[in-house]
């Protein structure tokens, strides 16, 4: 097995369940879905968009949110949009790359839950823009669902690395900019 495949299998082991050789599903454990459960749970009603990676997950949230009497959605188009700023929809389902881009979801709540993470550092922080925008009249709060000794907390840790690299390219290049700004006045 090839390292990439070996690491999403990982990834979806973390998850809770695995992809067969048919492409069918196997559960393996619903402890992330129950900590989900629970995190819903603590948010006594306030809305929460909700990022899952595989197809899998998707289901699997959709079964254990199937049992509540929440108002749950996939972001599929426009009028998902719509009805979650207007306060319809108690739990959007998206997947980063669906939502990462040109979405306004600012207005219908302000959690996002990831429930499954990936390796991209745009989409992770492209889908978080979607709440955290203006017109954003609370703190966005950011949830990891991370089972620990897992795959996923080497994705989370990946993240804040790539994060902590791309700040210090930014920050390298403002230095340079100045540095060649106060020699041109010097000139």
Same mark, same amino acid.
């Not at 595989?54 to 959709?62: I, N, P, V």
């Not at 009028?79 to 790359?97: Q, R, T, V």
């Given at each position: 097995?090839?390292?990439?495949?070996?690491? !999403?299998?990982?990834? =979806?082991?973390?998850?809770?369940?695995?992809?067969?050789?048919?492409? +069918?599903?196997?559960?393996? *454990?619903?402890?992330?879905?129950?900590?989900?459960?629970?995190? #819903?749970?603590?948010?006594?009603?306030? +809305?929460? /968009?909700?990022?899952?990676?595989?197809?899998?997950?998707?289901? @699997?949230?959709?079964?254990?949110?199937?049992? %509540?009497?929440?108002?749950?959605?996939?972001?599929?188009?426009?009028?998902?949009?719509?009805?979650?700023?207007?306060?319809?929809? $108690?739990?959007? /389902?998206?997947?980063?790359? +669906?939502?990462?881009?040109?979405? !306004?979801? =600012?207005?219908?709540? !302000? *959690?996002?839950?990831?429930?499954?993470? !990936?390796? +991209? /550092?745009?989409?992770?922080?492209?889908?978080?823009?979607?709440?955290?925008?203006?017109?954003?009249?609370?703190?966005?709060? #950011? *949830? *990891?669902?991370?089972?620990?000794? %897992?795959?996923?907390?080497?994705?989370?840790?990946?993240?804040?690395?790539? $994060? &902590?690299? =791309?700040?210090?390219?930014?920050?390298?290049?403002?230095?340079?900019?100045?540095?060649?700004?106060?020699?041109? @006045? &010097?000139?």
């Amino acid at each position: 097995m090839g390292e990439k495949r070996l690491s !999403n299998k990982l990834q =979806q082991l973390a998850n809770g369940a695995i992809y067969d050789e048919d492409r +069918s599903w196997v559960p393996v *454990h619903d402890c992330k879905i129950e900590a989900f459960m629970e995190l #819903i749970e603590q948010l006594n009603g306030k +809305s929460a /968009l909700v990022f899952y990676n595989f197809r899998h997950d998707l289901e @699997r949230l959709e079964a254990a949110l199937a049992k %509540t009497k929440l108002r749950v959605r996939r972001l599929a188009g426009p009028e998902d949009e719509k009805d979650w700023n207007a306060g319809k929809i $108690d739990i959007l /389902l998206a997947h980063p790359a +669906s939502a990462a881009y040109g979405l !306004n979801l =600012q207005e219908g709540g !302000n *959690h996002v839950v990831w429930f499954g993470l !990936n390796w +991209s /550092l745009e989409l992770y922080q492209q889908a978080n823009k979607r709440l955290h925008r203006q017109g954003q009249k609370e703190k966005v709060i #950011i *949830h *990891h669902l991370i089972c620990e000794g %897992t795959r996923d907390a080497d994705l989370l840790e990946a993240l804040k690395q790539k $994060d &902590k690299a =791309q700040e210090y390219v930014l920050a390298s290049l403002k230095a340079r900019i100045e540095r060649v700004r106060l020699e041109a @006045r &010097k000139k």
